[in-house]
């Protein structure tokens, strides 16, 4: 039997409770995340609660014959109480945020439980779903009459995980009463928006009618479920939800779900941008992370690799590594040369090593390039990005990865893991490597998640800040990566420390979301760098933020920044200031370089 997670979802139920849809309700929110079912006894106050162990036992007993190994998401307890509502408050209050949601159906259970609704809806301390209907069939189409708002938000977040498990078509369809209202700017959507055309599938359809609430409630009863916002109440008669959604609630035949929301952030705020955003990051992050022993089976890559035509280059960054190169290049080609013909070629590239890097990697049969040479005529600069910017006209491959060379613990995963996603699924164009980064301590003890400062001290709360459909890219500095050519030819790349960063938000602004993947890779020891290098590496971020914020707003402020850094040094007796120039350099897109147009026959 599978584990079961914690709860997201509250679900009560009373001892011998009328409805019979309450078991389907819990079935369907558990294809969403997995929901508790509280069942409860009530005994009144002239009673000893001891006195309900039998119903407690009975009910029990329903669960156990009702909830199968099928039910792996649904976990089940029964409480005895005097006051229903008081209980099922205390339940939610003390798991509250991990429970968000309290559903409850409508309206049979309400009436049995007694509850003020009006009331409830006031004094909200949770998510509330309303749910009506049988709950028993699969979906084909799922619609949500949307107007903006987080309650749309709540709708829509619902709708795609419901759409993933039944392979269902989402319709977001706006009703407008006239032409006229149908052409004005609705500030309150243009955040949900956005998060539409991020999503591929999604229909948008738009349309006139005299009465809109009648019109709602025609469409939704042409679709298997419907998921909309609840109003806000205006008194105590059933309209007190608005409305639309009382109608929906009402006289729908469709099964119906209308949420409350507890946060009531207003649609134009940047806290409602926010939570719009999260809906597209965690579908993202549950669809396109991945994890390496999904591609562990080399022999199918090699099959789908063939199968699709796609050639793979491997080109490795390298300076003063000859402690490591040899072991990276020895695993990559035995493995994936030699015993299985994954990867095409490989090269090494390098940046004006002083030791034994090039003579290493030569006497292993790998073709060598001096950084300095490649491309001479367009300058040379120091740098990450200049190497693998060049890469791409070195090699040949339809994909282009990219691994660090001064990894201690070099595996084969973290060559299948990376290129995995790019073979196997035709949507990703770019992935990202992620893994556990321990670093070595004063103390002499191995901290195993103490690597990636960089990581999480700038780079992540730099694209929280200023790229939020970023956030959820658990390592954007990581050196295992790669993307198919015909996406990496048409970015910029920077010259240094900010190439990452600058290849992920120009990956975004081009190919959207969806087509970055990530994938763990479990382990990376690697040469840690001293706090000095890594305040460098932050102010070439942050230079790199910046510049793709000037280009998002038309605004010029990155030429008017210092680029110079002031570098604390010290020794025994005093302390003294360094000042270092540290400027992030772009190369065009290498499509727009007349040397790779002609190497690949591009029509310029």
């Keep these: ?58 009910l029990r007993a329903y669960f156990a014959e009702k909830f199968d190994e099928d039910d792996s998401q649904i976990y089940s307890e029964v409480q005895v109480t005097y006051n229903t509502w008081d209980l099922i408050k205390e339940t939610v209050k003390k798991t509250y945020p991990k429970v968000h949601t309290l559903i409850l159906e409508w309206p049979h259970q309400i009436d049995e439980m007694q509850i003020n609704i009006k009331q409830v809806l006031e004094d ?13 069939n699969p979906y084909e189409s799922i619609l949500i009459p949307i107007r903006g708002g987080p309650r749309s938000i709540e709708a829509l977040r619902m709708s795609l995980k419901l759409s993933e498990f039944f392979h269902a078509q989402i319709t977001v369809e706006r009703i407008f009463g006239s032409e006229e209202e149908s052409k004005e700017i609705d500030e309150d959507f243009i955040a949900i928006q956005r998060v539409l055309d991020e999503i591929p599938g999604i229909k948008q359809k738009n ?118 190169v040899g072991n990276v290049i020895k695993i990559a080609k035995s493995e994936f040369m030699d015993k299985h013909p994954l990867i095409d070629e490989m090269i090494l590239i390098d940046s004006g090593s002083t030791d034994k890097t090039r003579d290493i990697a030569r006497d292993l049969g790998i073709p060598v390039y001096l950084n300095q040479k490649v491309l001479s005529e367009y300058g040379f600069r120091n740098g990450k990005g200049e190497v693998l910017w060049k890469s791409l006209y070195l090699t040949n491959g339809d994909i282009i ?128 760098q001293p706090l000095q290098n890594l305040s460098k590496m932050s102010f070439a971020i942050i230079q790199t933020v910046l510049s793709k914020l000037e280009k998002r707003y038309g605004v010029k402020f990155v030429q008017d920044i210092n680029k110079t850094m002031n570098i604390i040094q010290y020794d025994e007796s005093q302390f003294y200031l360094d000042v270092q120039e540290i400027i992030e350099k772009e190369r065009p897109p290498m499509v727009e370089i007349a040397e790779y147009q002609q190497k690949f026959e591009i029509a310029s």
């Design 1 to 58: 039997m599978a584990s079961k997670r914690r709860p997201r979802f509250l679900i009560p139920l009373l001892y011998q409770q009328k409805n019979k849809n309450i078991i389907q309700i819990a079935r369907l929110f558990s294809k969403i995340d997995a929901v508790q079912v509280l069942g409860i006894v009530t005994l009144p106050e002239s009673k000893d609660l001891s006195e309900g162990v039998n119903d407690v036992r009975t």
């Design 124 to 136: 909200q301390f949770c998510n509330i779903a309303l749910a009506r209907g049988q709950f028993s």
């Design 207 to 324: 349309t006139i009618a005299g009465d809109v609430s009648t019109a709602i409630l025609e469409s939704t009863c042409k679709n298997d479920i419907v998921l909309l916002g609840a109003g806000t109440p205006v008194d105590d008669k059933p309209s007190f939800f608005g409305n639309i959604t009382s109608k929906v609630l009402d006289g729908c035949d469709s099964d119906v779900i209308a949420i409350k929301t507890k946060n009531r952030a207003e649609p134009h705020t940047p806290q409602f941008t926010a939570q719009a955003i999260s809906v597209l990051v965690d579908k993202w992050f549950a669809e396109n992370t991945f994890d390496a022993e999904e591609f562990k089976n080399i022999e199918q890559l090699v099959e789908k690799k063939e199968s699709k035509g796609l050639t793979i280059s491997l080109a490795l960054p390298a300076l003063n590594e000859e402690k490591t």
């Design 401 to 528: 990865f990219w691994v660090d060379t001064d990894i201690h613990n070099f595996n084969p995963k973290f060559i299948y893991g990376v290129l995995g996603p790019m073979i196997m699924d035709e949507r990703i164009k770019f992935v990202k490597g992620f893994y556990k980064r321990p670093i070595m301590g004063k103390d002499g003890i191995v901290h195993p998640g103490g690597g990636g400062r960089v990581t999480e001290l700038t780079a992540r709360p730099m694209l929280n800040l200023f790229f939020p459909q970023l956030s959820g890219i658990i390592q954007p500095l990581s050196g295992e990566y790669g993307g198919k050519r015909e996406a990496l030819e048409k970015l910029t790349f920077t010259s240094g420390y900010g190439v990452e960063t600058s290849l992920l938000i120009d990956m975004l602004r081009i190919f959207k979301l969806q087509s970055i993947g990530q994938t763990n890779l479990d382990v990376r020891v690697h040469r840690n």
